[in-house]
Protein backbone atom coordinates (compact mmCIF):
# COMPACT_ATOMS: atom_id res chain seq x y z
CA UNK A 1 0.00 0.00 0.00
CA UNK A 2 0.74 3.80 -0.75
CA UNK A 3 0.02 6.82 1.34
CA UNK A 4 -0.74 9.97 0.22
CA UNK A 5 -1.05 12.52 2.53
CA UNK A 6 -3.15 16.41 1.75
CA UNK A 7 -4.96 19.33 2.67
CA UNK A 8 -1.99 21.12 5.06
CA UNK A 9 -2.15 24.72 4.61
CA UNK A 10 -1.96 27.98 6.67
CA UNK A 11 -4.82 28.91 9.20
CA UNK A 12 -4.88 30.87 12.30
CA UNK A 13 -5.82 29.77 15.97
CA UNK A 14 -9.28 28.58 16.38
CA UNK A 15 -10.04 27.40 12.99
CA UNK A 16 -10.42 24.11 11.30
CA UNK A 17 -8.21 21.90 8.97
CA UNK A 18 -9.13 18.55 7.58
CA UNK A 19 -6.35 16.53 6.49
CA UNK A 20 -6.68 13.51 3.67
CA UNK A 21 -4.59 10.49 3.20
CA UNK A 22 -5.39 8.34 0.06
CA UNK A 23 -4.18 5.00 0.18
CA UNK A 24 -3.47 2.86 -2.72
CA UNK A 25 -3.50 -1.06 -2.26
CA UNK A 26 -5.83 -2.63 0.10
CA UNK A 27 -5.41 -1.95 3.80
CA UNK A 28 -6.70 -5.45 5.90
CA UNK A 29 -9.29 -4.83 8.25
CA UNK A 30 -7.37 -5.93 10.95
CA UNK A 31 -4.68 -3.03 10.27
CA UNK A 32 -3.90 0.17 11.53
CA UNK A 33 -3.34 3.58 10.41
CA UNK A 34 -2.37 6.77 12.32
CA UNK A 35 -1.51 10.03 12.17
CA UNK A 36 1.56 11.08 13.29
CA UNK A 37 3.60 14.80 13.16
CA UNK A 38 6.60 16.72 13.20
CA UNK A 39 7.35 20.03 14.27
CA UNK A 40 11.60 21.60 13.48
CA UNK A 41 13.73 20.25 15.87
CA UNK A 42 11.53 17.66 17.33
CA UNK A 43 10.60 13.79 17.33
CA UNK A 44 7.48 12.77 15.23
CA UNK A 45 4.96 12.07 17.67
CA UNK A 46 1.67 10.75 17.69
CA UNK A 47 -1.60 12.19 17.02
CA UNK A 48 -4.50 9.87 16.70
CA UNK A 49 -5.36 5.97 14.81
CA UNK A 50 -7.99 3.94 13.65
CA UNK A 51 -8.49 0.69 13.58
CA UNK A 52 -9.48 0.11 10.00
CA UNK A 53 -12.23 -2.42 10.33
CA UNK A 54 -13.81 -1.79 13.60
CA UNK A 55 -13.55 1.63 13.62
CA UNK A 56 -12.03 1.71 17.33
CA UNK A 57 -9.89 5.27 17.37
CA UNK A 58 -6.83 6.47 19.83
CA UNK A 59 -5.90 10.13 20.76
CA UNK A 60 -2.98 11.99 22.37
CA UNK A 61 -3.99 13.98 25.23
CA UNK A 62 -3.59 17.08 23.70
CA UNK A 63 -5.40 16.85 21.10
CA UNK A 64 -8.42 14.58 22.29
CA UNK A 65 -11.82 16.28 21.80
CA UNK A 66 -10.33 18.77 19.17
CA UNK A 67 -9.22 16.25 16.39
CA UNK A 68 -11.18 13.63 14.52
CA UNK A 69 -10.07 10.76 13.16
CA UNK A 70 -11.71 8.70 10.63
CA UNK A 71 -11.93 6.49 7.83
CA UNK A 72 -13.89 5.90 4.53
CA UNK A 73 -13.33 2.34 3.68
CA UNK A 74 -15.04 2.24 0.20
CA UNK A 75 -12.94 5.14 -0.78
CA UNK A 76 -9.35 3.77 0.59
CA UNK A 77 -9.10 7.43 2.77
CA UNK A 78 -7.88 8.68 6.13
CA UNK A 79 -9.30 11.50 7.39
CA UNK A 80 -7.94 14.19 10.50
CA UNK A 81 -10.34 17.00 11.36
CA UNK A 82 -8.79 19.40 13.28
CA UNK A 83 -11.07 21.89 15.34
CA UNK A 84 -9.91 24.74 17.76
CA UNK A 85 -6.21 24.34 16.10
CA UNK A 86 -3.51 26.07 18.42
CA UNK A 87 0.15 27.34 17.59
CA UNK A 88 1.33 24.13 18.83
CA UNK A 89 -0.46 22.45 16.24
CA UNK A 90 1.67 23.47 13.90
CA UNK A 91 4.51 20.81 12.05
CA UNK A 92 4.16 18.42 8.94
CA UNK A 93 1.51 15.67 9.89
CA UNK A 94 2.02 12.22 8.24
CA UNK A 95 -0.03 9.69 7.79
CA UNK A 96 1.01 5.94 8.14
CA UNK A 97 -0.64 2.38 8.10
CA UNK A 98 0.84 -0.88 9.90
CA UNK A 99 -0.58 -4.42 11.70
CA UNK A 100 0.40 -3.85 15.11
CA UNK A 101 -2.34 -1.14 17.69
CA UNK A 102 0.09 1.07 19.15
CA UNK A 103 1.73 4.68 19.12
CA UNK A 104 4.74 4.39 18.25
CA UNK A 105 6.52 5.28 14.93
CA UNK A 106 8.49 2.35 14.48
CA UNK A 107 5.20 0.13 14.49
CA UNK A 108 4.02 1.75 11.11
CA UNK A 109 5.81 0.68 7.94
CA UNK A 110 4.18 2.17 5.24
CA UNK A 111 4.45 6.65 5.56
CA UNK A 112 2.34 9.10 3.14
CA UNK A 113 5.21 11.65 2.72
CA UNK A 114 3.64 14.69 4.96
CA UNK A 115 1.55 17.68 4.71
CA UNK A 116 2.49 20.99 6.61
CA UNK A 117 -0.15 22.61 8.99
CA UNK A 118 0.72 26.06 9.84
CA UNK A 119 -1.40 27.83 12.76
CA UNK A 120 -0.32 31.92 13.10
CA UNK A 121 -1.44 32.85 16.45
Known amino acids: VQLQASGGGLVQAGDSLRLSCAASGRIYSSGVVAWFRQAPGKEREFVALIRWGSGITYYEDSVRGRFTISRAKSEN ?45
Request: charged residues 10%; hydrophobic residues 35%; negative net charge.
Open 77 to 121: TLYLQMNSLKPDDAAVYYCAAGAQYGTAPHLYDVWGQGTQVTVSS
